[in-house]
């Protein structure tokens, strides 16, 4: 069974078509890549997928279950979970704080029982505290726990945006240009983290880059999206020959 | 770190017990005047900390205080009053039945106060919390000033215009310590905890917030509804050491008082609000002064009530422009800080010895 299933997903804006009849099937495990001039679309496809707009038509349908227009929070907690275009890491928060509001959807006492700190709320945030504290070991955040979010430079401010959204357990992770920004260097860094996280973690994962680096190196499937409109599907290779995409990119003559 | 969070407690439960043998003896040998600061203090705090809760770490711009305070207040004295003083005061429309005869202690009566505060405060967040910012703000005051015209409209139940007079002075000061420390108790544990965490993120970032799975409606709702809670008794309290109370007892001012004492401390601290409201009580004292008529070179001043709120407008916009971060940012008093502030000390005066 496929993991994410959108069918004749349509968002209008008024009378301007942001995205017009999307498909895609993801199956567990793929880096599914979802490329596009700028303003085709993708982030709007994003922002529907995870909730923050509801779709004019078309069904989401996340394990199985249907998520259509659902709250960007309970999308969350049926795990699917993003990563935005531009750093929004909780600045004047700590890392180590950064990541354990993850576990906060899944917090199993009541307000006034986190105030009276009970055992059963104790013995939940310390098994928080020790998950937290081995995922940002496994991604070499550790030694920076009690720094200001909004202290650390861009790239790290990145890969902590990716730890948030592990602490949520996610089995889709959308990933809103990861390599935006950066320098050759950090993109292959930001690439090996990204498929070690899909490996660790056990993720399906879409993809919005411009580095074509990035997405013909990592990604499985490639969709193209063109004035919200699918121009073309398939393998890395395949869109490198699609004359359609060419001329989205290039123009034509 | 174990071993300090101990400590650190046994010094807060110690503190805590000090502060309230304090409050017994001040009680005893204070003069009136005296009491009154101390009681006025107590009350403005138990707003600013629940102000802070709302704005300062959920980032939502709440102006229902006295609205809330109104609603404490007059729930705390139609319940604590004698029935044969209430026939007393409600001498044009007397008063609906259940209000009529009913006589209760000051504990249950602040509870139901603070409860019916809270409710009130879920009633103006249900609609309002949906909106941000300005919005926010301007709907909230919208309500608390429905409050207060509903109050002066509703002569059988809470006596119009004319407000109440001769509300028991229940509460002495040992209850005004004792409503404080337990609303910095709460407010200081729910920032704290995981719920605490998610109202912080609110702030920061309503849209990652979201992304996070933090249901935004639901947790500001929470930091609303604790606060209202607060807020109300500490209204109770207002109109226990006022004795008389009337709807225009909670015009805006009181709202307007609580925010710059906020910002005065520094929205992000509770120990900067609970300093705030100390200065602020003694300054409303202290520049009486400019209100009192005076003779200045020969020139008869006459007084001029209301000089004082433009002193604190004065001081309000100047924070704003020059100390946005007020008096304490976002510190926090903490035992730890204390002991190592005094360590240093110690240590520079050993090494000034040494050489």
Redesign the interface.
Known sequence: MNILEISHLTMRFGGLVAVSDFNLSLEKGVIYGLIGPNGSGKTTVFNVITGFYKPSEGSITLNGHNVTGLSPDRITVAGMTRIFQNSRVFRELTVLDNVLIGDHLRIKSSPLEAVLRMPAYVRQENAAYEEMMNLLEGLGLVHLINEKAGALPYGLQRKLEVARALSTHPKILLLDEPATGMSAEETTEMISFILNVRKDFDLTILLIEHHMQVVMGICQEIKVLNYGKTIANGSPDHIQNNQEVIEAYLGVD | MNKSLKISTILSIFAVLLILAGSVLGEKYLDAFQIRLLNMWCIYAIMVVSFNLVYGFTGQFSLAHAGLAAIGAYTVSLLTMAPDNKQLSFFITPPIWPISVVQWPLLPSLILGGLLAAFVGYLIGAPALRLHGDYLLIVTFGFSEIIRLLLTNMPSVCNGAIGLKGIPGYANLTWMVSSLIVCIF?TK??ID???G??L??I???E??????????FRHKM?ALV?SSFFVGIAGGLFSNILGTIDPNTFRPYLTYAVVTMAVLGGVRSLTGGVIAAAIYTAMSEVLRGIEAPRLFFNLQFDGLPGLRTLAFAIMLLLLILFARGGLMG?KEFSWGGVISFFQERFNRRKQEDKP
């Open positions: 709460v544990r729910l905890s995981s719920y965490r998610a912080k993120c702030r920061e970032d849209i990652a917030a979201e992304a996070v799975g933090v249901n935004l929470l604790v976002s």
